[in-house]
């Protein structure tokens, strides 16, 4: 596997971030119903306080018992995990949010699955997520995005990996 340099890794979460910011989707609208601790986690993310928002997750594991809340606990463990770099540890987070809640609205859930395949430097597999998020969604821009720089890092082998979009909601 290709060694992916940390800065391209880092533009790719930052661009996903901004990407959520400036983003409503239908979804956001019955975001007050979530459990309050999807909405302390999703705070405590929004500061870059990863470890409180990870121990609020751990929390609210045990007690989400809708699937829509089981996988945004496992969307936001994976958006954390990407911030701390850990890229195995998103990886999981992300395959479980993907298979409790699957169809469109796990789109973002594979975005940030192939920027961990990236961090890694797997090419192949974070380009498959991406297909994936993008067919999902094709009018959200981080997948589009995220294949675009793939390509440059593919062709040129100097693509900056900090410009990869992570999803955040």
């Known amino acids: 596997m290709n060694s992916i340099p940390t800065k391209l890794i880092t533009t790719l979460f930052a661009g996903a971030m901004l990407t959520a910011a400036t ?3 239908a979804a956001d ?3 007050h119903f979530e459990p309050a601790a999807i909405t302390k986690a999703e705070r405590a993310l929004d500061r870059g306080l ?3 928002a990870l121990d609020i997750l751990n929390k609210a594991e045990a007690t989400a018992s809708q699937p829509r ?3 945004e606990v496992y969307g936001l463990r994976c958006e954390a995990h990407l911030e701390r770099g850990d890229a195995l540890a998103a990886i999981n987070a992300c395959q479980a949010a993907i298979e409790t809640r699957g169809g469109v609205a796990s789109w973002r859930f594979h975005n940030n699955l192939g920027v961990a ?3 890694l430097g797997d090419t192949t597999l974070a380009e498959t997520a991406f297909r994936i998020a993008r067919t999902l969604n094709p009018r959200e821009t981080a997948p589009r995005r995220n294949l675009s ?3 440059d890092l593919t062709v040129t ?3 900056q990996l900090g410009m990869v979009t992570p999803s955040r909601r």
């Open 69 to 71: 809340d089981r996988a």
């Open 149 to 151: 720089l793939l390509a």
């Open 117 to 119: 395949h990236l961090m």
């Open 50 to 52: 990863t470890s409180q």
């Open 23 to 25: 983003s409503v989707t």
């Open 157 to 159: 082998g100097d693509a």
């Open 29 to 31: 609208a019955l975001s």
